[in-house]
């Protein structure tokens, strides 16, 4: 089935066109998945190092006024990161550590969701000096394991070549 699915991909017309556009499509759109990737984690990185108790001082609501930026990069990331695995569909379907990132992703987008679902609206109304509560804290920390093993998990892609 995954073989299918990996011919499907690289038959499609956005595969097709990604290639087609010559030796600087995958290192242009490696650049701006880096680009993405860096907004995102310095951004959601530091909202979640705050909730960690750091930079006390600065409101919650100051520092949640990057997460747009946040956003914007995951939005690149999501992207450049289907034009990859359409461009080249062997090199993601049958790698573990794509799939790892994968799995890293669900969890960090199902923590964001309970965060924003559960804990936001108490967490908006602390002050810039207060503590956070535990389960914001795990819910933080969780967030930025996650990311660290979608950063680590995305790099060794290139190390684990099916």
């Known amino acids: 089935m995954l073989r299918e699915i990996s011919d499907w991909l690289e038959s499609t017309m956005l595969s097709d066109w990604f290639i087609s556009q ?3 499509s995958w290192p242009m759109s490696e650049s701006l998945h880096f680009m ?3 907004l995102l984690i310095g ?13 006390k001082g600065i409101s919650i609501n100051a520092i949640h006024k990057l997460i747009p930026f946040g956003v914007g990069g995951f939005l690149v990331n999501v992207t450049t990161g289907t034009l990859f695995v359409f461009g080249d569909a ?3 379907i049958f790698n573990d550590a794509f799939r790892v990132k994968l799995v890293f ?3 960090a987008g199902i923590n964001v969701l309970f965060f924003y679902s559960t804990a936001f609206q108490k967490v908006k109304a602390l002050g810039p000096d207060d503590d956070m509560p535990l389960n914001v804290k795990l ?10 093993g979608v950063i ?3 790099r060794l892609i290139t190390f684990y070549r099916p």
Do not use: T
């Not at 951004?43 to 930079?55: I, T, W």
């Not at 819910?139 to 660290?148: D, K, Q, R």
């Open 22 to 24: 010559g030796v600087w």
């Open 36 to 38: 993405g990737l860096c």
């Open 43 to 55: 951004s959601v990185g530091l909202v979640d190092l705050r909730m960690l108790g750091m930079a």
């Open 90 to 92: 062997d090199q993601y």
């Open 105 to 107: 992703l669900l969890i």
């Open 139 to 148: 819910m933080a920390g969780i967030s930025l394991a996650c990311w660290i």
């Open 152 to 154: 680590c998990a995305g």
